[in-house]
């Protein structure tokens, strides 16, 4: 049975999420944890479940969802999994990283590269890759179909989408690839999003403003 615990991290809010199941086996999604205090709260969450964290995972490469990725592949020696196209979203972000004023961003090198359509398994649990751009040029989702739970990154909010006026973003791109993409999951679906509360397929299809039923932008 997948868990999925959440944490919220750095000054822009951003959902880290642990993912395990009975195996104990782990993977880490996006860690956002900078503050050594974020670091230890990580950390210890996985010590007190007993957890194998067996693999690092990025929905996109953006600062704030890329700050833990240098401890996390060093404390727990994993490889970094990431979309192709957001290899270089990753490596921009040393350049940029002092001027929000993370001073010590230490920088992260992928391992592997996550493909469309690809499975991903740990422990007795196998996690689908769907590829949703705009956002960022790289970004993917992770869909469990068993429990019908989805990271969803920056893609689709409670009530809202990504921002796309950062390099790489393409509103249009967006919006076609929520509602070509995500929307043919079932309604029931969970979304567990980079920041902010989770919500639904169905939910959003009828209430988001940007992409659902009667969508006013």
């Given at each position: 049975m997948l868990e999925i615990k959440s944490f919220t991290f750095n000054p822009f809010m951003e959902n880290t999420y642990v993912l395990y199941d009975e195996s104990r086996e782990a993977v880490i999604i996006d860690p956002g944890c900078y503050e050594q205090k974020e670091k230890d709260l990580l950390t210890a969450y996985i010590k007190s479940k007993a957890l194998k964290v067996v693999k690092l995972l990025n929905t996109h490469c953006h600062i704030d969802h890329v700050l833990g990725n240098a401890f996390i592949k060093r404390h727990y020696k994993v490889d970094l999994y990431l979309h192709e196209e957001d290899a270089p979203v990753l490596?921009?972000?040393?350049?940029?990283?002092?001027?929000?004023?993370?001073?010590?961003?230490?920088?992260?090198?992928?391992?592997?590269?996550?493909?469309?359509?690809?499975?991903?398994?740990?422990?007795?649990?196998?996690?689908?890759?769907?590829?949703?751009?705009?956002?960022?040029?790289?970004?993917?989702?992770?869909?469990?179909?068993?429990?019908?739970?989805?990271i969803g990154g920056d893609t689709l909010f409670e009530g809202s989408i990504g921002r796309t006026d950062l390099p790489g973003g393409d509103h249009q791109t967006l919006l076609d690839a929520i509602k070509n993409r995500m929307f043919t999951l079932p309604d029931e679906v969970v979304v567990h999003p980079g920041h902010g509360p989770i919500t639904t397929i169905g939910m959003e299809k009828i209430n988001n403003p940007f992409v659902g039923k009667n969508a006013s932008f």
């Open positions: 490596k921009s972000v040393e350049t940029y990283a002092g001027n929000y004023g993370f001073q010590q961003y230490e920088s992260s090198k992928e391992d592997h590269y996550l493909q469309d359509g690809e499975r991903l398994s740990f422990g007795n649990t196998s996690l689908k890759i769907i590829w949703v751009p705009g956002h960022a040029p790289g970004h993917v989702i992770f869909y469990h179909e068993e429990s019908l739970n989805c």
